[in-house]
Structures are given as C-alpha cells and as structure tokens.
C-alpha cells in the first residue's frame, strides 16, 4: 500500500519560502509520477507540479513556474517542493500524489497546510 506523508507546512509573509516534503513508502516508485497539487478555500483543487520519478522529468502549472522547483531523493524516497516568492494567493493545503505512469492519481497524502500573510 503506497503511503505519503506531507510536512513542512506553515505561516509565511509574502516574498518568503517554504519547502515541502512528501516521505512516500510502499512502492519501488520508478514507474510512478508523483505530483503536488493545492485546494483553497471555495476554489477547485488544481495542479502544481509533478516529477517522473525515473527520469526526473518535471512540469508545473502555470501560476507557479519559476517561482516552485520540485525535485526528489531517491535515497530517501521523499519529493520535495521548494516554493520561493510565495504570494498570499499561494493559500491552500497542499498534497502529495502519486500515480502510475498514464495513469489516475490514486494516492494521497493528508495534506500540510502553506499560508502567506500579506
């Protein structure tokens, strides 16, 4: 059973970082993606960013390019978010997902909460 673990949450003003990490288990994971997607308050959940785990092959979305690296660790099995230039609209709790390749995201995280203060 794929398990992910979300931390690294918190309280930030507009203009800082945080970085998120996402401890996965359960799997060999070199055929899955796994991605960072985020859910505020009244609005859908949308997607962040995802890495291939074997490849290393990245995407984001639109709102968050240049600003988000996501990147992984084999070694500790753990992806990593690094959000720089955080902006108050960057508000949500974000999750960590995992799909097989060509597949659905059918595992989450529970989730760790980013909030930026203007």
């Known amino acids: 059973q794929v398990q992910l673990v979300e931390s690294g949450g918190g309280l930030v003003p507009a203009g800082g970082s945080l970085r998120l990490s996402c401890a996965a288990s359960?799997?060999?994971?070199?055929?899955?993606?796994l991605g960072w997607f985020r859910h505020a308050p009244g609005k859908e959940r949308e997607f962040v960013a995802a890495?291939?785990?074997?490849?290393?092959?990245?995407y984001y979305a639109d709102s968050v390019k240049g600003r988000f690296t996501i990147s992984r660790d084999g070694a500790k099995n753990t992806v990593y978010l690094q959000m720089n230039s955080l902006k108050p609209e960057d508000t949500a709790l974000y999750y960590c997902?995992?799909?097989?390749?060509?597949?659905?995201?059918?595992?989450w995280g529970q989730g760790t909460q980013v909030t930026v203060s203007s």
């Open positions: 359960g799997r060999t994971f070199s055929s899955y993606m």
């Open positions: 890495i291939r785990w074997s490849s290393g092959r990245t």
């Open positions: 997902a995992a799909q097989v390749v060509g597949g659905s995201y059918d595992y």
